[in-house]
């Protein structure tokens, strides 16, 4: 079974520079997850959807971020102007319906490096 | 320079031994605890997950232990292997299906 699909893999970029991720959740699945994993802070989570609507964005660090989900296989995080500070791995994440307790699949991440 | 970071604590056990792996959640309300193993180069995968009206949870060479008195859990890793070196997140689930990670632990297992 294919499990959640992010693209690219690694993106370098220079700052200043608008970067999109992208991000297919398992299919089935109606919770997606955005993620932000650095050495200093860990895992954080940035925003998440329930039937492709966001539910709760206050993870997202600045309005240069943006999240969205136009239908139930595909979201884009795009971040515009990207900075230096956003070095990250970004990770995608799906789950089934909110409220049944069920577990985060993680795709693989996109290691982004701003210049 | 130095670089600063999360210390991560790390547990170094031999091959075969049973590994031990301690998380303190933050919420007393929190009704669902997940562990998850993260390899480099990868993303987190999930390994097993427990709810609050449990205290033990057993899956193939794995058990979650829940002590919601102290607020803390653990991954009891049974006869661990190479491959299980890993980092190891805990993940409490806060609402809303809102999960919250812990900062790892580092596990190396010694041939």
């Known amino acids: 079974d294919a499990g959640v699909i992010q693209s690219p893999r690694h993106e370098v970029t220079e700052m200043g520079q608008e970067v999109t991720l992208r991000c297919k959740p398992i299919?089935?699945?109606?919770?997606l997850f955005w993620y932000r994993q650095t050495m200093m802070r860990g895992l954080e989570l940035l925003i998440y959807f329930n039937n492709n609507v966001p539910i709760d964005d206050s993870g997202m660090p600045e309005d240069r971020f943006s999240a969205k989900m136009p239908n139930a296989s595909f979201s884009t995080l795009k971040i515009q102007p990207s900075e230096p500070r956003d070095s990250a791995v970004y990770f995608c994440a799906s789950s089934l319906a909110q409220g049944l307790n069920q577990p985060q699949h993680f795709g693989d991440g996109t290691r982004l490096s701003i210049l | 320079g130095e670089s600063v970071g999360l210390h991560l604590p790390t547990l170094s056990v031999q091959e075969g031994d049973n590994s031990i792996i301690n998380c303190a959640y933050s919420?007393?309300?929190?009704?669902?605890f997940i562990w998850y193993k993260q390899e480099s180069g990868k993303g987190p995968q999930f390994i097993i997950d427990?709810?609050?009206?449990?205290d033990k949870r057993q899956g193939q060479r794995v058990t979650v232990l829940l002590n919601k008195t102290v607020k803390h859990l653990s991954l009891q890793i049974a006869a661990t292997q190479p491959g299980d070196s890993a980092v190891y997140f805990c993940a409490e689930n806060m609402g809303g299906n809102k999960l919250v990670f812990g900062a790892g632990t580092i596990l190396r297992v010694k041939s």
């Open positions: 427990i709810r609050s009206n449990m």
């Open positions: 299919s089935g699945h109606n919770s």
């Open positions: 919420n007393s309300a929190s009704d669902y």
